[in-house]
């Protein structure tokens, strides 16, 4: 473990496949070697909209917090996240208004489930903008941003209003639209490809760089496979995406094939391991729909069972020829409409509308779709109800069995 040192200067040998890491600070100036390289570095340069007189704006990191330098101001804030719908509530009781801009429409955490939208505990510029008309949130692109009498002269493009242009004007322009990867330490021989507007390395589905082999991501960078789609960028998600890295390393590296567990063959066997892993499991709870739990059968008849991989990944790996295995995710349906007013349909064989958390079961034959099970959702979370839980799985697992080749949908999408 090196510690108090930072690493300045990374490199790769492509003759010998090895990295070099040079390390500067406390305990620095020592030179590293090694295979792979796991990058766990997160954000640290604020991203800023491109456009002429950017270097006009107040990035999030060194702007004032402090709601008395902001009274009576008309102020911009860039961004529809939670850092920009934060500093705005900040501010909303000093201001003379605040504007929120961003090209796309505002998302909302409780109802695309994704919690790098915006927070209930963040919104309330909200109220002041639907039922006051003392502030806005803008769908625009910033054209140009200068200086005139003093104000700052916004030149803005709207999303969806014909084309529309239009200048405005305000006291303060300040940035809250999030942090991108630092590449400063990578020579070029090391540099990743970057992706989403350079805020993220691109990388596999184990979350290897896609043109430096051996380089591994992980952290907040991991949240490259799932942006805006679960849990990943998230403490309390990319931790059990960390477990599934290590282990990925440690079957390349060392020679430590990925963890499973032998089972029984047979459908009650399969009922039983999958029942107690979708009543307990934190990893395919939080990473919904991106970590999955793969059950086995393999050619001598025997089963596996695996847990915590990514759901993509499994469909290129070797797992994925066999010609009868299941994935085993935990998903939320897509919401239409009206969030809070669902018209739910508490039937086994509708529980594939459901909005909310619930098991699905998958079985493929190589990458073809063989069969697809939702379980219904449920108030505490409990999926161990006999008729609306494990008699659905049970005879799933059984009709998979009784008939390999059989297509089996159970449950209408």
Known sequence: MICDARAHGISKDERTGLFTVKTEGKNGGKVYQARCVVMASGFKHPFKPNCPGDNLIEDYTTMSVDPLEFKNKAVLVIGKGNSAFETADNLIHTTSLIHVCSPNPLQLAWKSHYIGHLRAVNNNLLDTYQLKAQNAVLDCTIKKIEK?????????????????????????????????????????????????????????????????????????????????KTTSGFIHGFRYCVRTLANFIDERYHNVPYPSRNIVCSPDSFLDHTLARLNRSSAIWQEFGFLADLIVVNEDGKAQYLEELPKKYVHESAWSTSDHYYL????????????????????????????????????????????????LEDLYTDWTHQEKHVKPLRKFFADSFADPTKLIIMSKM
């Open 148 to 228: 005139k009498d003093g104000k700052f002269a916004v030149d803005v493009e709207y999303t969806h209003a014909l084309g529309e242009k239009e200048t405005l004007y305000y006291d303060r322009v300040l940035n809250c639209t999030g942090f991108r990867v630092d590449t400063a330490h990578f020579d070029q021989s090391a540099m990743p490809v970057l992706t989403k507007n350079s805020k993220f390395p691109r990388m596999t589905n184990q979350w290897e760089s896609t043109n430096v082999k051996g380089m591994f991501f992980c952290g907040v960078l991991s949240h490259e496979r799932d942006w805006k």
């Open 328 to 375: 085993i995710t935990l998903e939320f349906g897509k919401i239409c409409g009206d969030p809070f007013a669902i018209e739910r349909k508490p039937v086994p064989h509708e529980a594939a509308i459901g909005t909310f958390l619930h098991p699905v079961v998958r079985r493929y034959q190589g990458s073809k779709l063989m069969g697809e099970l939702h379980l």
